[in-house]
């Protein structure tokens, strides 16, 4: 009798885990639907964003200011004429909502602040911040005029070695805090803006506890970048009847 009660047992485990089984794999299949379904319209919306921008882009003034919020101060950024790839591609970026979200990975008192790398919205992918781009580069705009003064805004890019042309990187970007120290990179990294407002930030940025990879202890985020609003497009005047 002993045995049965043990066989019936054994039995009623075996199917509870069974069902078990049967319950997780149903569960991670419906996550699986619902995530596939965020993406999806994810996808949709960042497309209804990009055909937006590109609406607005030839709009805009041929010098735009975007607001840069940060999570220690927003900063006005204007955008050069003299280098359009770089300005245009700023300008999708800043519309479509590439940069809400991301940090500054790479910060030096007495050099300069860096951010823009999609990977920095990943905490587990801390070894890779650095490494990260949409997927393409920027064809280098050298114009001896825009020099590498306080507030600059500049490209950031691979090294010589592996990038003889010295593209920029398709998103990453840098904030001279240092006027002397960024001096020697001028004519081989595109500077393609300037900081007219929020010198400060860069300070209070540059200034924040960092580790032994320039990475700020407490993350320095870039809420959200806006079009200033001075630079909003005039809409069109209604044709006279």
Known sequence: M???????????????????????????????????RLDSLEQVQFQQKMKEAETMIPLLPE??????????????????SKTPKHRE????????????????????DGFM??????LTRDTSAVAQYGTGGPG???PA?????????????AAARRGDAANPNKESSGSQFYLVQDEGACAALDGDYTVYG?????????????????????????PVKIIKVTLDPASQPTPPEPAAE
Do not use: W
């Not at 300037?194 to 407490?218: Q, S, Y």
């Open 2 to 36: 002993k045995r049965i009660f043990q066989s019936l047992a054994c039995m009623g485990m075996a199917a509870m885990m069974v069902a078990c089984g049967n319950n997780k794999a149903k569960k991670a299949e419906a996550e699986a639907a619902e995530q596939a």
């Open 63 to 80: 010098e735009p200011v975007f607001d840069v919020q940060t999570s220690l101060g927003t900063l006005k950024i204007k955008l050069y």
């Open 89 to 108: 591609n700023f300008e999708r970026l800043a519309l479509t909502g590439f940069y809400d979200g991301l940090l500054f990975h790479r910060v030096i």
């Open 113 to 118: 602040i860096q951010g823009g790398d999609p």
């Open 136 to 138: 393409y580069t920027v």
């Open 141 to 153: 705009e050298f114009v001896p005029e825009y020099k590498h003064k306080k507030g600059a805004l």
């Open 194 to 218: 300037e900081t007219i407002e929020g010198l400060d930030v860069i300070d209070k940025i540059a200034k924040v506890a960092t580790n032994n990879r320039d990475l700020p202890l407490n």
